[in-house]
């Protein structure tokens, strides 16, 4: 069932005639949405909630954790127990993808893999630590999707990592801020090398290797 509709649609839905719509408009008490050509559209679910409730029930809360590296696979449990306990106090039958990989890939068996399924239809709610476990960069183009698909997001920890205790982190305590970071910088920098090098090779692989040290003995 499609969730917004015309006109015509909206008042068969209601029971009550288009002029009905159009008066209800007029008076404030109904706001349609508009196309891109300035058409009415009606959301049924707000107008017929009852249509799409058990529609809402049967979809799935999926737990994403992630980390960087294969040395973090303690972190990654650490990090799926905090998503488990959060899902299981709110009474969610859920299901945890985990990733392990840089947060500048997007091309993660996990994350494809729930991509595929908000698109398809079948998240109905989203729980991750930190937007960061998400994505480096890019989160929210993903959230973009899930308001699309009306996926609820939910973000344990909305507060900076860098600033955050490890309690006010869900206890995930997956990765230090610093060394995450520096293995996606050290990841854009060798990136950034293989196109670079062709070009005033010396002078740029002088610079690229000073700032690639420089990250290496950050994270240190």
Request: charged share 30%; aromatic share 6%; net charge neutral.
């Amino acid at each position: 069932m499609n969730r917004y509709v015309a006109i015509g649609e909206a008042s068969e839905a209601l029971g009550v005639s288009i002029t009905t719509l159009r008066r209800w408009e007029a008076e404030g008490k109904l706001i349609p949405e508009r196309t891109a050509g300035r058409q009415r559209r009606y959301d049924l679910a707000k107008l017929k909630p009852e249509l799409f409730h058990s529609a809402q029930q049967d979809r799935k809360t999926i737990a994403y954790a992630r980390v960087s590296s294969h040395d973090q696979k303690d972190d990654l449990e650490r990090q799926k127990q905090v998503l488990e306990l959060y899902c299981a106090k709110q009474g969610w039958a859920f299901e945890v993808v985990a990733d392990l990989g840089s947060g500048m890939n997007y091309n993660k068996k996990g994350l494809k893999r729930l991509l595929d399924e908000i698109i398809e239809g079948r998240v109905g709610r989203l729980v991750i630590v930190h937007k960061d476990r998400l994505l480096r960069f890019g989160a929210e183009l993903v959230f973009a999707i899930c308001e699309a698909k009306d996926v609820e997001v939910l973000i344990i920890n909305k507060g900076s990592r860098s600033d955050a205790s490890p309690a006010q982190q869900g206890e995930d305590a997956d990765t230090t801020f610093e060394e995450d970071l520096a293995k996606d910088v050290l990841e854009i920098i060798t990136v950034f090398s293989a196109r670079l090098y062709g070009s005033r090779s010396r002078k740029n692989q002088k610079l690229l290797d000073g700032v690639k040290q420089a990250v290496e003995a950050a994270a240190c």
